[in-house]
């Protein structure tokens, strides 16, 4: 975790922290192990405690590309939270993980029967994993595809190069 990279547990209220981690089993997964792919059911949501997570998406042709790595206290999967509940990406772990595993539809049923818990939950899973995850990805589409010769754009969001 960095300033960049708040952890998740951190960015959310105490009381709500607290509720939430009641709802957790701890897991662990070896190094190359596939977690999920794109287009399956998201049904469940990790908060990573050790190792890290590659996120990529497929590209007919040539396999999966990496987008983001993740690693300690940060969110692994978003999409649970809205329909239709499917991945946007796929994961695969680069190095031995142990990681909070979340039952999705147990956790809507949390946020459904408590609207505080529920705003606090959404909007830390907004602020914390969606946000940054489209800045990143924003970034990584700029390195890619800039004008060739140009140095990779890193200015702040919403300003032009």
């Known amino acids: 975790m960095t300033a960049d990279r708040p952890d998740f547990f951190g960015a959310l209220p105490p009381a709500h922290r607290d509720r939430l981690r009641t709802l957790a089993r701890e897991v662990s997964f070896p190094a190359e192990l596939r977690i999920f792919d794109e287009g ?6 990790w908060v990573i405690r050790s190792g890290t ?3 990529d998406v497929y590209e007919p042709g040539r396999g999966a590309a990496v987008v983001e790595t993740l690693g300690d206290g940060e969110l692994l999967g978003w999409s649970w939270l809205f329909e239709p509940y499917h991945w946007h990406l796929g994961a695969r772990t680069r190095a031995p993980v142990t990681a909070y595993e979340f039952d999705a539809e147990q956790v809507r ?11 606090a939950v959404t909007r830390c ?3 914390v994993a969606i946000g940054r995850r489209l800045r990143a990805a ?3 589409l700029l390195d890619l595809y800039g004008a060739p010769g140009r140095e990779p754009w890193t ?4 300003t032009a190069p």
């Open 138 to 140: 924003r970034l990584r």
């Open 53 to 55: 997570v590659a996120l």
């Open 125 to 127: 899973v907004a602020a």
């Open 40 to 45: 399956g059911p998201a049904d469940r949501f």
């Open 109 to 119: 049923g949390a946020i459904d029967a408590d609207p505080a818990f529920g705003l």
């Open 155 to 158: 200015g702040a969001a919403g």
